[in-house]
């Protein structure tokens, strides 16, 4: 028995080395995929929001992109780019970015009643970062 495990425990040790290349060449199978996977989601971000700032997009893209995140971007639908998926992300972004939501939650406004005070803002957002020509549009 003692035999039997010095083998097993050599055989393991035979294998580490193995296993951390092939860690190591995952690690950087993923990193390249997760760059493809953000610019396609900033691309279609562009798409679906034409008008939306670069500097927005990218952010969006990449927030909504992480790995093991749990966010809208790596749920099936955000990994197969479906609109509503996207258009989510999006709809998160402004929330948080560009209205008062946050303010509204730490001053103990329910969830639902703060989402509903900022959806005119946000639909506005929304609307100009559709149309070409409207730029960097912010409230």
Do not use: N, Q
Request: include cysteine; glycine fraction near 6%; charged fraction near 30%.
């Amino acid at each position: 028995e003692e035999a039997a495990l010095a083998r097993a425990e050599a055989r393991c040790l035979a294998d580490a080395e193995a296993r951390a290349r092939r860690r190591a060449r995952d690690a950087v199978r993923r990193a390249a995929e997760d760059v493809r996977f953000t610019a396609a989601f900033a691309d279609e971000i562009r798409r679906l929001f034409p008008a939306c700032p670069d500097e927005r997009t990218r952010a969006i893209a990449a927030h909504a992109s992480v790995r093991g995140s749990g966010r809208v971007g790596r749920s099936a639908a955000g990994r197969a780019l479906s609109a509503s998926a996207v258009t989510a992300a999006v709809v998160a972004a402004v929330r948080h970015t560009d209205t008062p939501y946050d303010r509204l939650l730490m001053s103990k406004v329910p969830r639902g009643e703060a989402r509903r005070r900022i959806a005119p803002a946000v639909e506005a957002v929304l609307r100009a970062w559709r149309e070409p020509g409207h730029e960097g549009l912010a409230v």
